[in-house]
């Protein structure tokens, strides 16, 4: 899979720095070993964190900056690492999907990232570049429905949009299925050393709770 990031990302976002992850995996319906880690994270997180400071972690502060640059409303179109942790924070409970899901949801909160989770599979073509969403460009969000992603950060393969940093795209998720995973982990702020150790964290992941040898990534701009 090759990763292009467009000129338009650029504009908004000169820093930016991503990291794609592929690995073979086995899905299941649920780990609790995983479920204990996640649970250990927001507790974690109701001690340290408000539904305020939850904003200025570097990842989410990052992405909610290019949205605003892109004319989103951040508070509107939140972020889904920062959607996960407010959910925690409010005494919610996370909803629990797949362990793959699952797992990259615990990535995405303990780093700050917006992270896309694909089945490899479902592609069309082997390229996915990063741009920004068009007026009236279609695109049906995981259990969302149509959305409007205008103005948002989104992937695209060779079909249309497959992942925003609010919503991944029904076309291409990941089910009980999936055997080529997929992971895009959003740099917004640049910081690579923290891309690179989150998506080493996805690995360690895959490998306790997936059937993986954790796959391997490579870091794109």
């Known amino acids: 899979m090759k990763v292009i990031v467009s000129s338009e990302i650029e504009a908004v976002c000169p820093g ?89 949801n615990l990535a995405s909160m303990a780093y700050g990232y917006s992270i896309g989770g694909f089945d490899g599979a479902k592609f069309v073509g082997d390229t996915l570049t990063l741009g920004i969403g068009k007026a009236g460009e279609p695109y049906e969000g995981i259990g969302r429905g149509m959305i409007n992603i205008e103005g948002l950060p989104v992937y695209r393969d060779e079909k249309g949009g497959v992942g925003t940093p609010t919503s991944d795209h029904e076309r291409t998720k990941i089910g009980m299925e999936t055997k080529r995973l997929v992971v895009l982990i959003n740099g917004y702020d640049g910081q690579q050393e923290q891309v690179e150790a989150n998506a080493q964290f996805i690995q360690e992941l895959l490998r306790k709770y997936c059937k993986s040898d954790g796959g391997t990534y490579f870091i794109y701009r």
């Open 16 to 104: 930016f720095v991503g990291a794609c992850l592929s690995a073979d995996v086995e899905n299941s319906q649920y780990s609790q070993g995983l479920w204990d880690e996640i649970g250990e994270l927001s507790e974690r997180y109701r001690k340290e964190l408000t539904t305020e400071t939850v904003k200025e972690m570097s990842g989410i502060a990052a992405t909610r900056r290019v949205y605003r640059a892109c004319g989103k409303d951040p508070s509107r179109y939140r972020p889904a690492s920062e959607a996960l942790i407010r959910r925690v924070l409010q005494g919610k409970e996370l909803y629990q999907i797949d362990t793959l899901v699952d797992l990259i």
